[in-house]
Structure formats: structure tokens, C-alpha cells
């Protein structure tokens, strides 16, 4: 059994082990300065416990490892891995090593504090090989301050000079020197909330805790000194940085930079990671490594160091600025309130012109000339020597836009002239240019000879044959794509890895494929977790994509690849002139990744200069939330997965034989909870909350949208699946309201049909799932309700129903469900809130016999029913040893849980009996779904998914089919 996207609770070291759920994985670096896995370990999974705590012995590649009631010694742990696992009566919140011993005593001391506050001291005796030989406890001290602790630090180089600090579940922070007493020294009170973290950094003690503060103590005198707020949301770890810095992160995936003096903190930056919960954060040299609760395993490195990341400056004047472009460092093209240019350039002032208004200027890509428009005017002023030209329109320009050496003007009545100065600005040449389409051009990008213009309603259109050299012939409109980003303007436009990029003021980013024509391969949000209501632009800076825009008052930087924010700064909103750079490494500027972001506050220029940092992803994480549901696609012999969740994402990823995810496409189409998905050939559809519905087609490794679809009441879609695909794409679906549907689609994607199975009046309760199969000439459709009734339905191919049947199962809910036919005969599998695992086998005339199992504890969510699916994986044999003890007509259901359980059960048609065959313990919680497969390596494969993903291997060992661990 094997976990994916586990929390990591803990990092021990970058290249030393790493808490991965229940496994410890380990990382080196490559050439590239990039970390890669290479070993993985498992500690835990037989127990389904994470890994909380790590230590590492370098001097004897020994592991000490810790997690809940469980600690693991793993001898020889980067050569050849052994490991025992220890039982305790309590979980375990802390261990430390005392100082390695010497040579002659070959042990170890070390103590663990567990929840009740209760310090062991133990010793650890090596043997000569760096195998262990027994480890005892040697003392155990309770303290007399009962209290359940939430976090504790264990300090000292031995037992006699140990020192406990805990933080309890009251908000309480207490002292005690174990060996001396069994009562605190000092009992810390000041929080209002449970603590989630402590730190000790030389004679200062830092404590977060559950009402998001940061508080300052004074070990020496027992003292509060400051408290500080700084995270939106709780803060769960907490880790050391170099000199007086620490760093904090929170449950909205945000890392605070604290700095610290003798008697306060001050919040220096915040960066949100948008990866999840923050469980983990270890800082070494120019590098931040964290892990969150959803697998994520990632690193920030600080290009100008982690003080040195902001510089602000203001700009000073004689006049108020009313627009403004920088040409260098303090020499800008500025206007003011009367209309008049001044060129500033360090402490001279002079003045160019004056206009009546200059409400905006442009920079040309050669950086060799500014423009700007007033009303009829084009005004062009050549930077080195302040020359200034002027053309005249036929109308008032509304904007323009630079297309290398030519200008783009647009005028009012939905003109546009093309316009071209001589090298020597001596003479102007001008075309006109229309689009056909009566909507104002709002931005315009020119890639290989063909021009992408984006307008104000929210249009893109695309010209071919477009040469710069040529610009009054041969282009001619290829495409239109009219609300491409609904009826807001499209603010930019970029080419990006073979795919088209597409910003919104609607504050969506649209991917398109390019090809003969555009096709809109998902539209999305910027970020995940960030919202940036106003994108405004693209910026290619070191080879990566970066977006700029503002999310309410604050101007957002958002890095293309990860989605993180870089840059989230106050300035007042977008309403205003800003302008957006990138800045080289000079003697003043040290740093290798800097951006310049000057905007106009009161009359005057504000200049921010901040350092860019990377963030890396070492191990990618699917979901940020449960995951609900899996499927899998195969195409050309390649098994493909998609996953949905709860945070409205879907993910299309593929395992590698690391047993790690490659991510091909996350997809935020749905704009609430997805609850189902599912696949039939290349085709897959997704359901959940606001009645929403989508359907995909596997293109490649992309998923293609093809259809969007609401219902036409605003309700939860609780289950859906595929009847047909071809000729027609059909398929039933039902409602939290209590209806159950089948839809018919056309070829061209429009509903030329659909039944109501049930309505809202219907006293059936809820229909929890569905599912459909067929059966000789027949579709067969059922489906189970909230109140305990098993429906089914008998369609002819052309969806006339022929009969129809309930059962009442059991008094609760039915939550999963699974059907097979064979010969004639349909085999249906339900299971219950109650934990109850009925089978039924139905005959044609839908008479039908009943058996059932109570194995499981807790609500059955999801199971599948196979015969033969694995009979390729067992020697014949075994598979007639098997049809000896089970019989000739034996079927296999496999199921899973909210006792966190799967378990095996056999059916037998003979005796028509549902007989439990094995189990095992998950490593993840809320099971909701899995899938069966083969592998090439003579086992099957269930992988399940809740709040991780779990994968469970099966051989083909007698007399059962064993659940095994794979490394």
C-alpha cells in the first residue's frame, strides 16, 4: 500500500528525510540546484499513521521517526533500510537527542514528550554493524500540571539540563526542567486560543496560536514582551531563519516574515503559495522549504536575500503629475495637470510642450520614442534629443498602440488608421484599418504575421497576413471570437509555450490552442486562492510569464507556472498611471530578479522596487481540498486519471513507476464543488454544485471542453454517469432537489431530449447515485435515494422504458452503488449509511434474490464488482482452487468506508451468500471513491481517493487475493 499527496508534517533537512504521510522521502539536488527524489521509505503505512517528527542520526545512518501513538527506528537507513516499530500509550508531540555518544559506548539517549506532558527518557544500544540492538526506557517523569498539549519544544544536550516548553489546548505555555521537578516553573498566560506553534530563538520564546497572533516572551524573566497580528487566517508552524528573522505559515497558504528586536516584531512581507495548508517550513541558506496538508512539497529562494526584498521611493516634483513614463533610473516623460511635458531627469526639470491634455503615454518597443494622443493628435517625441512630431486624424483618438515601428490609432466611430514615421521622422504614412465588427480595439498582439486584437466588449479578433512591411495589403480576418471574456475588455494578449494567452477585465485568464483557428482550451482564474479581480497585463522577464494586475486597492504580480503571488503591494487601486519593469543587475541593484513597479500617489510618482522569488516545486500536490471523485481515461495504451474536489478544480494527471504524480492540466471550469465525475471512452463529464454540468474530450493530454450546462434549478448535481456516446451522447444525472434526469444530446451538443425518472414531488427521497449498464437490447438505469429504496429502469436503445422496479433496502440512506451484467442476468451492489452490503441478483423479468453483509462500521461510500476482471493476473490453477472453495459463479466486490477500510467480499450465485474475504486499513481519511486496474507487473491496482490518494496492490496469492506493500 502506498499514499500520494499525504500532508508533510515535517522536514528534518533539504537533502535529509522529509515526512511524507506515512513514508520518510529523501531529496538530492541535481545539476540544475533543483531537488529530486530519490529514496522513499515506508515508516507507518502499515498502521496508516503520518509521520509527525523526524531525527536523523548522521553518525550512525540510524532514523528516528515519530507519529501519533507509533515511533519507528530505521537502521541503515540510507543503505539498506530496517526498521522496528514501538507502540506507545499516548501520542508522542516531541523527541530530542541528547549528544551523540562516543565511540566506546555505542548508545544513544533520547526523550519523547507525549500529549499527557509526560517526558521518557530512552537509550538507544547500537551494535557494531549500526543495527539496533534493544531500546529501553530509562526514565519517565508526569508533570503535575494536567493539561492537553497541542505543540511542545524539547532543549537541552542532556537529561539533567532538560528543559520542556508546551503549549497547551487553553492557550497556556508551561516550563518545567523534567529531571529536577514534576511541577512547572512557569506557567505562561496570554493567548486566548490553543497553541499551534513555539519557537526558541537564543533567550526569546515565540508562541502562535488560534487567535492568528504572534507573541513575544522573555525566557530569562518569564515576561511577555510583544504581541503582533499579521495572518488573515491561523497559523500552524512556525520555523528559525538567519539572523533576527522567522517565519510563519498559515492556514491560508500564506508564509509571514517576521523581524525581530529586543521588544517587538515587525512584519516584513507576505507570500501567498496558494498550495494549501501550511504544515511545515525549514529554512537553509537563501532558501525557504515548506510542505502542506494537501502533498505539496515546495521551496522559496530569495533572489536579494530575505531583508533586502523591498525598496520604496518617492519621486519629487514642482507640479502634480497627471501622467508619466520612465525612460532610466529618475528620468521620466511627465505631464501635468495643465497639459504641459516636462522631461525630469535626476534634479534638472525642463519643459518639452504643452498640449491641452495628455491623458496617457506609450513608449515604442525600440524604447527610442514616446507617444501620446490629444483629441485629434498623435504626438511623437524622440527620447534623445526631446524632438517632437505631430499627425492629425480625422477623428478624436481614443487610443493607440505599438506594432514595432508602426502606431495603431483608434479614433471614435470605429476607426482605426495605421501609422508610420519615417526613420529620419521626417515624413508619415497612413492606413486605414478596419475589423469589421463595431467594438473598440483595447489591446493588439503581432506574432508571425498575424495580428490578435482584443476590444472592449470582450472580442478577439484574428488577422492573417499581416506584414509590417506591407501593412495596407493582403490581411484579411481569419477569426472572430465574440465574448471571449463575456462583455468586459480583454486587457492583454501574449504567446506562451504553443499556446495563445488571454487576460480579462472579467479577471479570467483564457488558454487557447492555436491552429487554423483559436479553440478555447480552458478559461480560468488567475490564481487559486488569490483573487485578481483587475489583470492587466503579461511580462516575459528570465524565461518565465509573469501576470500583473490589482486585487481591490493592491497591485498582485502572479508567476504564470505555480499561480503564487510574487508581489501583493497597497497603492490605492488601478485607477491611476502605473508602469511595470524590469530591472538589471547593476552595483546598486545586487539582486538577480527585480521588478520596478512607480505609480502616481497624491500628485506625485511612488517608486517600489521589490526582488522576485522563485518558487520551485519539488513534489506537486492534485487537490487543496477532499477529493470526491476519480475516474481513468486510456489512450494509445497509456492510463490517464482525472480527479475532482471540493475547491471546484479537476485535475488530469498520470503516475509514474516513482509512484508520483505527473500533472498534465488542472482545470477551474466548474464555479462550485464538484461531487461526480465520469468516463467513457474518450469522453468525460463532471457534475456538482449550482447545478453545473461539463463535458470533455481527451485531446492529446488536454481535456477539451465541449459543453457547458445548468439545469434549470439552482441545485447540488449529486451523481452522474454515461448511458451512450455514440451515436448520441446521453447520460443520467440527479439532483439534491430529489429529480433524476436523462439527457439526449445532438451532434451538435444542443438537448434534443430528456426524460424525467423522477421529479420533486416524488416521495423517494434523494437519489444519492447513479449508475447504468446494458443488458442484451436494453439499457438498464438505477439509482439509490436517501430512504433506503433501490429503483431501477428497463430502456430500449431508443429510451422508450419498459418496466421499471423499487426495493426497499434497508431504513437510512444508500450511499454507494455498482452494477454488472452478464448472460442476461444484472448484478447490483448497494451500500448503506449503516455500514450494510446488500447484493442482488436480477433476472430478466426483474425478479430478483437478496443477500447481504454487515462488515463495515461505518457509511459504505463507493465499491466495485468484478468476475473476471483479474483472472488474467492468476495461473489457471488458482483460478479453479478458487471456483472449488467459491464455486463456479463466484464475483468479487471491493469495498470502501468511513471506517477508513477497504475490504473484499465474494459473492456466490450458487448459495447466494456475500462472504468477507480480507481487509485493510487506509492511510487516508473520507474515502469517497476508487477504481481497479491491472498492472504490468502480474498484480491489480485499487487506488482510492479521499483526503489523499491511496493505492493498494493485490497479487495472487492463495487463498485470497492478500493486500501487499510496495516500496
Known sequence: MSSLCAPILTIESVTEPVGDGCKVSCYQKDANNSLKLYQQTSIFEERGHNVRGLTYLNKYDILLAYGERLMAVVCKFFTDPQKKVYSCQDWIQALLVFS?????????????????????????????????????????????????????????????????????????????????????????????????????????????????????????????????????????????????????????????????????????????????????????????????????????????????????????????????????????????????????????????????????????????????????????????????????????????????????????????ILVHLSEDMSDWMSYNFQIHLQEIISCVTYLADCLFLGTRKGSIVVLENFKITQ??????????????????????????????????????????????????????????????????????????????????????????????????????????????????????????????????MKAKISKVVFSINDLKVIKPNLHLSDITSIATIEMNKSLLYVTSGIDTTLVLFRLLSSETVEVLQRLYTHSSSIFCIAVMDLYLISAGGKSEIFIFILDGENLQQLLKMRLDVDCRLLSICFITVSPYIRFLVSGSDGRLLIYELSKTLDVQKFIVLLGTTDDVGIMTKVSCASLSDSIICSAISSTGKLLIWNFSELLEEKCTKTFDVEQCGLSALDMYTEDGILYVAVGSESGRIFFYEARKNLMSTKCMNHWHSATCTAFVLLDDFLADLLPNEI?????????????????????????????????????????????????????????????????????????????????????INRK
Open 471 to 600: 501593412a495596407d495589403s493582403g490581411a484579411k480576418i481569419k477569426q472572430i471570437i465574440k465574448r471571449a471574456h463575456g462583455k468586459d475588455r480583454v486587457m492583454d494578449i501574449i504567446s506562451y509555450n504553443t499556446r495563445l494567452l488571454s487576460v480579462g477585465r472579467d479577471g479570467k485568464l483564457c488558454i487557447w490552442k492555436r491552429g487554423n483557428q483559436l479553440r478555447l482550451l480552458s478559461s480560468l482564474r488567475s490564481s487559486t486562492w488569490l483573487q485578481m479581480e483587475w489583470p492587466c497585463m503579461f511580462l516575459k522577464a528570465w524565461g518565465q510569464l509573469y501576470i500583473a494586475g490589482f486585487r481591490g486597492t493592491n497591485f498582485v504580480v502572479l508567476h504564470f507556472d505555480s499561480g503564487h503571488c510574487v508581489c501583493d503591494l497597497w497603492c490605492g487601486g488601478g485607477h491611476r498611471p502605473w508602469w511595470l519593469s524590469v530591472l538589471h543587475k547593476t552595483e546598486k541593484y545586487e539582486a538577480s530578479k527585480l521588478m520596478c513597479f512607480e505609480f502616481v
Open 100 to 416: 551523540e555518544s562516543s565511540e566506546m559506548e555505542r548508545f544513544v539517549e533520547f526523550v519523547t514528550l507525549s500529549i499527557n506532558n509526560e517526558v521518557q527518557l530512552f537509550q538507544l544500544n547500537i551494535m557494531e554493524e549500526n543495527s539496533v540492538m534493544d531500546v529501553k526506557q530509562v526514565a519517565s517523569v508526569k508533570s503535575n500540571y494536567r493539561s492537553t498539549i497541542m505543540y511542545s519544544v524539547l532543549d537541552g544536550s542532556s537529561w539533567n539540563t532538560l528543559r520542556s516548553i508546551v503549549g497547551t489546548v487553553m492557550g497556556n505555555i508551561i516550563i518545567s526542567y523534567p529531571s529536577q521537578s514534576s511541577s512547572p516553573i512557569h506557567v505562561l498566560k496570554y493567548h486566548s486560543g490553543m497553541i499551534f506553534g513555539l519557537l526558541v530563538k537564543g533567550e526569546l520564546l515565540l508562541s502562535i496560536s488560534d487567535d492568528r497572533s504572534l507573541h513575544l516572551w522573555d525566557l530569562k524573566n518569564a515576561k511577555h514582551i510583544d504581541k503582533r497580528f499579521g495572518h488573515p487566517t491561523r497559523p500552524f508552524t512556525i520555523c528559525d531563519g538567519p539572523r533576527n528573522l522567522i517565519f510563519t505559515g498559515g492556514q491560508d497558504g500564506s508564509i509571514c516574515f517576521w523581524k525581530l528586536d529586543e521588544s517587538s516584531a515587525s512584519l516584513l512581507e507576505v507570500i501567498h503559495t496558494e498550495y494549501g495548508v501550511i504544515r511545515s517550513l525549514l529554512f537553509t541558506s537563501q532558501e525557504l522549504v515548506f510542505g502542506t496538508n494537501c502533498g505539496f512539497l515546495g521551496s522559496i529562494t530569495f533572489s536579494g536575500g530575505v531583508e533586502k526584498n523591498q525598496t520604496v521611493d518617492v519621486i519629487h516634483s514642482d507640479f502634480s503629475v497627471q501622467s508619466f513614463i520612465p525612460l532610466c533610473d529618475k528620468s521620466y516623460f511627465i505631464s501635468d495637470s495643465e497639459g504641459i511635458l516636462y522631461r525630469l531627469a535626476n534634479i534638472s526639470q525642463d519643459e518639452i510642450m504643452k498640449c491641452g491634455s495628455i491623458r496617457f503615454m506609450k513608449m515604442s518597443p525600440c524604447k527610442k520614442y514616446v507617444s501620446f494622443p490629444e483629441d485629434n493628435k498623435l504626438h511623437m517625441v524622440r527620447v534623445y534629443d526631446n524632438r517632437c512630431f505631430c499627425f492629425c486624424a480625422s477623428d478624436q483618438i481614443l487610443d493607440l498602440f505599438w506594432i514595432e515601428t508602426y502606431v495603431l490609432l483608434v479614433l471614435m466611430n470605429n476607426k482605426n
Open 879 to 963: 483460478i479453479v482452487d478458487l471456483r472449488i472453495h467459491r464455486t463456479l459463479e463466484t464475483y468479487l466486490l471491493i469495498s470502501i468506508a468511513l471506517d477508513c477500510r477497504l475490504a473484499m467480499f465474494c459473492y456466490s450465485s450458487t448459495e447466494q451468500q456475500l462472504t468477507f474475504q480480507h481487509s485493510v486499513l487506509l492511510n487516508i481519511y473520507d474515502p469517497s471513491s476508487l477504481i481497479v486496474s491491472v498492472t504490468h507487473n502480474n498484480m491489480a491496482k485499487c487506488t482510492i481517493v479521499g483526503t489523499s490518494v491511496c493505492i493498494v496492490y493485490f497479487n495472487n496469492s492463495f487463498p485470497y487475493f492478500f493486500i
